[in-house]
């Protein structure tokens, strides 16, 4: 696996500081969960599976585990991995480490059965385009949305990817086109505010993208901007699939409407790269993530399998399995 997002040393948890790429390859040593939980709050380490891994070792670091709990389970609260992580580790028998290190495996080889199932919905010849980064590094490794892209290459398919700046935090600039050069897989970089110009000239066969958190009722939490992708692809007739592990699935959150949004800094908006872009003093929202209705889905892919409309009633299903 040629992209290593989270590594365990036996006595620290190593994070590969993805705020300094693409120009640096930087690892943050983390020692206790606090300092967990300042990385996942930082942004050292994002994307829901990713921080949910990264939170086991917090817990398996902690000197008091519900003081730990709540610091963790507060650093970012839309991705609802980091809860269930949490809380599985708050309720392990056993050896801490060992059960940090399960949920580290466990999430790989949630990825490589996500890859499967969705390339097999790829045409032998595709190009897909992806918003934000759910690839190996927002995951233990291989990734979910860049999981079935690296799935369908495997098989021998020939995908070309479009990936999506992603504002405010560019995360498709800065991350999935790295990750994607680093597996020598056919990637071309767009502003977000060029999706609809590609759409309109047919260039897409599918969009693939990642989740924090998916309801009940299908509906899915994702970085910014996805839900105007999403808009798009329903408008084209381009199928829209979200992938992510089945810890991403949140059945006590009846719909997107109860889902927590987090709401980051103005100066992530106002700058880029510490430079200013906008007038001092400018009034700023910045939600991070925004909720895309379960309607515009065509399918979610998990590694319980893939689930279609009636989600409500797929994922029920899935629930079982």
């Excluded at 990713?50 to 610091?71: N, Q």
Aim: with cysteine; hydrophobic share 45%.
């Amino acid at each position: 696996m040629s992209v290593e997002p989270i590594r365990w040393r036996g006595d620290k948890l190593q994070l590969l500081d993805q705020r300094r790429l693409p120009r640096e390859v930087v690892w943050v040593d983390c020692e206790t969960a606090s300092e967990v939980a300042a990385a996942i709050r930082d942004m050292v380490v994002r994307g829901a599976p990713a921080i949910g891994v990264a939170a086991a070792f917090g817990m398996a670091m902690a000197d008091d585990l519900e003081s730990a709990a709540r610091e963790l389970k507060n650093a970012r609260p839309t991705a609802v991995n980091l809860a269930w992580a949490v809380d599985r580790m708050l309720h392990a028998k056993g050896d801490l480490v060992e059960e940090a290190q399960r949920m580290f495996d466990e999430d790989v080889a949630a990825n490589r059965r996500i890859g499967r199932f969705g390339a097999a919905l790829l045409g032998e010849s595709s190009t897909v385009l992806t918003h934000c980064n759910a690839g190996a590094l927002a995951t233990a490794g291989y990734g979910t949305a860049l999981g079935v892209i690296r799935a369908a290459v495997e098989a021998g398919k020939r995908i070309a990817v479009f990936a999506d700046e992603t504002r405010p935090y560019l995360q498709g600039a800065r991350l999935t086109a790295w990750e994607l050069q680093q597996d020598n897989i056919d990637v071309t970089l767009i502003t977000d505010s060029m999706a609809g110009h590609f759409f309109q000239q047919g260039s897409f066969d599918a969009v693939i993208v990642g989740a924090d958190r998916i309801a009940a009722n299908g509906d899915t939490a994702n970085k910014i901007g996805t839900y105007t992708v999403a808009v798009l692809a329903n408008a084209h007739g381009v199928p829209f699939y979200v992938a992510a592990p089945w810890s991403t699935v949140d059945l006590s959150t009846p719909n997107g409407d109860a889902i927590p949004i987090e709401e980051r800094s103005a100066s992530e908006v106002t700058s880029i790269g510490n430079v200013s872009i906008a007038p001092d003093n400018i009034t700023v929202r910045h939600p991070a993530f925004d909720v895309t209705p379960s309607r515009l889905i065509t399918a979610i892919i998990t590694d319980r399998g893939v689930v279609r409309a009636p989600f409500e009633e797929g994922l029920r299903e899935l629930s079982r399995v």
